[in-house]
């Protein structure tokens, strides 16, 4: 990058906010997903919307590319740098500004820690709704790009529920607000499709969330079966019956294992371990549990506890949470794995994951929010045994494959970023990601946000659409349009 | 906005060139290709020909032959929202997804479902109520409305307060575009973050973008038992406002919560709560509690019909929607009561929770509303909010539907003219003229 460039920056962001240090410029070269990696050319920190938005102008005048970061816990790439392309970390902008609590609204900058906004109206008795596993360190930012979920999105949604308005830096420099305070704002729904663009349509400076309303009463029960399919059924009997709970989590024993030796949430050995969490009014809570405990036990349960306090509770959590984490215990690599099927699929599934691990010699440890068929296959190698890698990286790719045939999604949460580009395509049709990119073209047409990412190829804009031509797999007969 | 081009964002469709509607014919069958009639015309705008293709594969090449051929394309479902909106520059080609009427996929076990945008609410609610579920919207006609005219006019009531809006509920769509192109985005599960989100950028576009072919949708299961609602008459519209605040500040879990106000009653608030009877009479006493300050007055389900309501001979009324913030709801009262009182109108407004709610105001000049509208639009714009002309009596005047849409627009035009280079589709119908 050359000098003068160099000197703009630095009089946008000061001395303190420019990184171009090897050594400093380390710590920003991948994200969550370590095996891919690429040295930015800078970092740059601004403090306020105005820095971010004199920073992409220099970006759009020099046709310099830039990839927006968050907390770097993105597990798909997504804040990878680009090459010869700068990052812009929103860590320096990380202010609550506004709290607005008989509307039930939150106004935060990106760099805002997601767990801190729900500290911050907890007191008031309400709480962000979005609870990623890493919500203790991952932006509000990044929650936005990935549109990123939770064990509570089950009942609560997405963070895409939860943004009613945004504030964003175009790539052409420009600002505008997307949304707003009211729902329904006139014109097109653009914080809807902003929501989960990974970044590649402009950089995210401030965010009006929706807060929720603590509910009167919730419980927690945790149930151990032999088998996944065991378990399974009762997320199945779960639903059938009628009830939205907050959450429903699952986890193998493999990963009961690994989450016993990182954080002792005294799990019972056991097959298949379900979370059920239900809240809401007191009374409905405690008939609705009954019936849970019931249709548990009709299932094979062969422990179920509830927990009884506010700390039992957190306890019963904790295993959950350190999930992935926790495998780094018990296997020396891993991949995180995550794909979407229809809820009923799960049982076929679990079988043909398991048949594929043992033809590959390949353990997977299995962690899900089952309520809504997200799948969190954690794939383990050893990287030091030779094709080991490369065989953890089929298996995983061939369990997406698994995903899209039963109907399902490549990602539940954690988005396509630089991994999943080159699979994209095996959900949708040329002519599909040829569509989407249309909004790429309105909001970024030189492509320098975050480019490279999510697409295979990029659409050359301005470049009329191609007619349709039926995919392949339609002319086969084997895909309809979903 | 060097993107705008001159006075018609999106590209015009020549109103005149001579067609060949044959080639048309070759397409979809002489027998689903006819003259329109004066019922067809959109807010006045008369139409040349209907088509109704049989399938999606159909629809667009029906879409795109007109694009070609520079015919503006007013897309259809049930026919009973073409009012809304702006009306259109011109209009040649009616597209009616009157026979893409198939429920493709009920899944029930994974609570959701897939079907064609020309299936009405109506059947899709009965299909699904089979398996004891529901797609949790209320929209407005149900029995003739489609699934693709309520996602394309972004259509809610009472139920968005707990379930969300349709956006919320959508999870997959599948669009005809006007090169032909059929593409599909979002997928048939709950949950997916592959690509961007177009169902929720079509939800609400009002047919400018793309003509939805078919949508999915996640589902929820019926309430176990008949729901309870209870009728609060308050001293004022604030008391009306501070109890709904109250309401939502509370840990209760009620479906619904809306404010009645008019010209000549006292307002009145409805709460509804579903699920375990033991639940709902412990919510009863709690919002009782809350509303000590309120005369309780009734208890019928038949409150939650007030919206449609507001619809009845709307022939001499105008009816708009709109959003403000919850804790405005009865600053959006006295706006309306004001600007009413100004011209001597009546004026009846129901308005939800959510801070979303309509109006319905009531001449004996017509002309008179069209000033009031602009004025109570002017002040919620004041307070983040907005307000959308659904319904204008004729002889009101022209009014521009929406109002402002913010600095957002340059993007939203550029949107349009990626989707629909040449405007083709709706050409004006929607914000700032798009
Ligand atoms: C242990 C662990 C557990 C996890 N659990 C979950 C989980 O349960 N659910 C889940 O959904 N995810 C989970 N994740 C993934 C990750 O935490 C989320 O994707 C999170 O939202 C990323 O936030 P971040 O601030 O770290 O973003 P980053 O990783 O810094 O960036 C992610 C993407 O957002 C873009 N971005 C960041 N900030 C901005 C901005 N201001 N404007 C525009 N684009 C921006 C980046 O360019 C990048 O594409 C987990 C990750 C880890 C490591």
Redesign the pocket.
Known sequence: MDARTLQEFRAVVGERGLITSAEELHTYEC??LTNFRVMPEAVLLPESAEQVQAIVRVCHRERIPF??????????G??LPVEHGIV?S?AR?NRILEVDLTNQRVVVE??VI?LDVTGKVSPHGFFYAP?????S???????????????HCLKYGF?TTHVLGIE?VLPDGAMVHLGGRTLDTPGYDLPGVFVGS???L????KVILRIVKRPECIQTLLAAFATTGEAGAAVSGIIAAGMVPAAIEMMDNLSIQAAEAAVHAHYPDCGGLLLVELDGPSAEVASLMERVNEICLSCGATEIRVAQSEAERAVFWKGRKAA??AVGRISPNYI?QDGVIPRTALPRILEEIERLSAAAGIKVANVFHAGDGNLHPLVLYDRSVPGQEHAAEELAMRILELCVEAGGSITG???V?EEKKQMIGKMFSEPDLETMQLVRCAFDPLQL??PS?VFPRPRLCGEKPGRYEPHPLETAGIAERF | MDQAGASSPGGTAAATAEVSWEQLHALIGANYVRPAGPADAVMGVASQTVAEPADEMQLAAALRWANEADIAVAPRGGGTKLGWGNAPRVLRLILSTKRLNRIVEHAWADLTVVAEAGVTFGKLQSALAQHGQRLAVDPLWPENATIGGILSTNDSGALRLRFGGLRDLVIGVTLALPDGTLAKSGGKVVKNVAGYDLPKLVTGALGTLGVITRAAFRLHPLPPAEGRTLTFRAGSVSDANRLIVELQGSPLAHTGLQARARHDVQPEVDVRFDGTPAGIEAQCTTARKLAAFAVETGESAQVWNARQELWTLADTAAVAKFSVLPSRIAAACETVRRAAEKGGMKWKIVAQGTGLGWVRLEAAQPADIREALVSVRAEFERGAGSLFIANRPAGSGAIEAWGSPGDAYPVMLRVKQQFDPRGTLNPGRFVGGI
């Open positions: 994200d969550g990839v927006a970061r968050g907390s770097g816990t993105g597990l798909s997504g804040a812009i929103t902008m990106p760099g997601n609870d990623p596993s890493s919500q360190v991952c932006s509000i930012g990044g929650n936005v790009a990935e549109n990123s979920g939770g064990a963070t964003v990974e970044g590649t402009g950089v995210t400076t992935f984490a995180v949460e954690h988005g970023g946000s975050n990412k």
